[in-house]
T-cell receptor
Framework: GEDVEQSLFLSVREGDSSVINCTYT??????LYWYKQEPGAGLQLLTY?????DMKQDQRLTVLLNKKDKHLSLRIADTQTGDSAIYFC????????????FGAGTRLAVHP | NAGVTQTPKFQVLKTGQSMTLQCAQD?????MYWYRQDPGMGLRLIYY???????DKGEVPNGYNVSRLNKREFSLRLESAAPSQTSVYFC????????????FGPGTRLTVL
């Protein structure tokens, strides 16, 4: 079946780069997304990548997609304390009810 | 442009009580969704509505009903709440254009005692 997996926790020092990894099983996924959730808040869309791309950069964020290995990563450059949050990877598959499958989320802790 | 709004933000129910969670979007999106979020499980789809007048079950529909009142509004009803329905509920709407992004509301935190 369709599944999206992420590691549950990442701790980085302020100013370092963070890399959050995600794997998915459905090779039909057409779009892959990264969402950020701060405590007590909803999900904020950070960025997405179309399945025919292998990289997308948006300011401090870089998304890498290895379609062969079904591996997605989010790199945050110069990580700040305000980046502390839970990051969700999600895979979109068109057809049926255009399903968005979420990973369990990676909690990023940024320490001084 | 408020995006996706949800009411209430918090709710406590007793087992067996009923309630309706409200959701509205002002982005003129056709598709709307209800998810629940439980610790360590990501988000799971309860119901969705591809367009006004249509609704369909998602992964975990048991114990819930929905109404797509008009293009803007999509409500979720718990007829007889159970402790297993204690969760955070998110409504989302989808942009069918480039990116197919889903935009989320701030959530409703529901506790069933």
């Amino acid at each position: 079946g369709e599944d999206v997996e992420q590691s549950l926790f990442l701790s980085v020092r302020e100013g370092d780069s963070s890399v959050i990894n995600c794997t998915y099983t459905d090779s039909s996924s057409t779009y892959l997304y990264w969402y950020k959730q701060e405590p007590g808040a909803g999900l904020q869309l950070l960025t997405y990548i179309f399945s025919n791309m292998d990289m997308k950069q948006d300011q401090r964020l870089t998304v890498l997609l290895n379609k062969k290995d079904k591996h997605l990563s989010l790199r945050i450059a110069d990580t700040q304390t305000g980046d502390s949050a839970i990051y969700f990877c999600a895979a979109f598959r068109s057809g049926g009810y255009n399903k968005l499958i979420f990973g369990a989320g990676t909690r990023l802790a940024v320490h001084p | 442009n408020a995006g996706v709004t949800q009411t209430p933000k918090f709710q406590v129910l007793k087992t067996g009580q009923s309630m309706t969670l409200q959701c509205a979007q002002d982005m003129n999106h056709n598709s709307m969704y209800w998810y629940r979020q439980d610790p360590g499980m990501g988000l799971r789809l309860i119901y969705y509505s591809a367009s006004e007048g249509t609704t369909d079950k998602g992964e975990v529909p048991n114990g819930y009903n929905v109404s797509r009142l008009n293009k803007r509004e999509f409500s979720l009803r718990l007829e007889s709440a159970a402790p297993s329905q204690t969760s955070v509920y998110f409504c989302a709407s989808r942009n069918r254009g480039t990116g197919n992004e889903q935009f989320f509301g701030p959530g409703t935190r529901l506790t069933v005692l």
